[in-house]
DNA sequence: GCCAAGCCGTAACGTACGGTACGGTACGGT
DNA sequence: ACCGTACCGTACCGTACGTTACGGCTTGGC
């Protein structure tokens, strides 16, 4: 889907972009209890630019979600001289990369306003902040983990019916119960240690389950 | 006021109860959009009687999750004849009541209620939502299945070494990436055929990963 | 110098909602 | 019959916050 294309005709300038990172540090900090006032405050702008800007608090809300998505756009992967230990690399570096960003403070914040606005959903409007979340999220990891599976099963690496389910597979080894405690408050550390070894553990199950 | 702290063994009259299941059942269908007004009119009593009770709109809340809570207190596991079959059927069964549970309006509605409290979260209160949620969501779980695992292991029809580990793992594969996006909003049906597969699947997965 | 546009800061408005007060009713005990 | 208790229904209050309006400041074009 190419419904990127309204997206991106959105051009922020940067005074926009700066009240965006604003807005995005007090979602971290005092997540929806962020007030328009307090974007104003913090970004020192007026409340009347923020509201000609976008529109209202849902418009805010929704481009700063969306200000963040496209801050993390994922690096591709090199396709030359696939063998396993390129696989084996190439999974290990995206299950720690997912982790990594999934225990970050902000995306533990943007779930949770997403998952909040999801709740109180008035259906009939365009993108909801649970669909832009969604898509930035889960589905896209599962499109940029898509080429590796199929380079793997290709080289004879791996033995899959449908990408999809090893994908969802390949989440659930990766990612197990940390988000949801993470976003019910669970205050457990996940230190650089700990997600290099569960990354490792992750590719090594899921290569277990998936060799031919 | 008369402290009614005594929140871990207080008895609730049959009115306290309907008035729980009223706010149940409008916390399903408008989320965190419930006000106390809206729960007085449901429940037809006074706003009054539920602050008594209650004390305040999070003592209801409260009061409303741990009510759910004590619904569905899981099934013991039978301990005699303890075989394969057996295994195979109680991690099998236990998947499936998990999914069914996890994909119910109930649980999506009580999660995002848990995830949005999280993020205001006051630090110095007792117990707060997001923990009610943790203690009988994945921590009841993992207690429940914490003697599946070890008959398990002591009938050496499964290899690990600590229990928790491999619970997560057996969470993982099970719950995959289902969760989220039910809280994320994503309407995607999940039947009954669908759970007795993804039960089934995610048993022998977890048995290949795990077997001796 | 002058004007218009864009923006800041702040005051003001309207409303939703948490929380309280109070009058009215049913009922069990004495 | 009288009283206390528990409760319903509703009116009311205070506040927080989304939204709007306005006065003053800066800046670029003429």
Redesign the interface.
Known sequence: MKAELEISETALTERQKDVLDAALALLVE????LTMTSVARRASCSKESLYKWFGDRDGLLTATVQWQASKVRGVPVSRNAFDRDALVAGLERFAADWLRVLSGKISV?L??????H????KHGLGR?L??I??EN??FAMARRLEPVLLLGREAGLLKFEQTDEAF??F???????V???L????RFELGEAAIERDAKRATE?FL??YKP
Chains 1, 2 share one sequence.
């Open positions: 005092a997540g929806d209890k914040a779930n949770r306003v997403a998952v909040t999801a709740g109180t959903d909801d649970g669909g979340v969604l999220g889960p969802r597979t989440f659930g080894l990766v990612v197990r119960d988000q949801i405690r976003l019910l408050g669970d199950q277990v389950l």
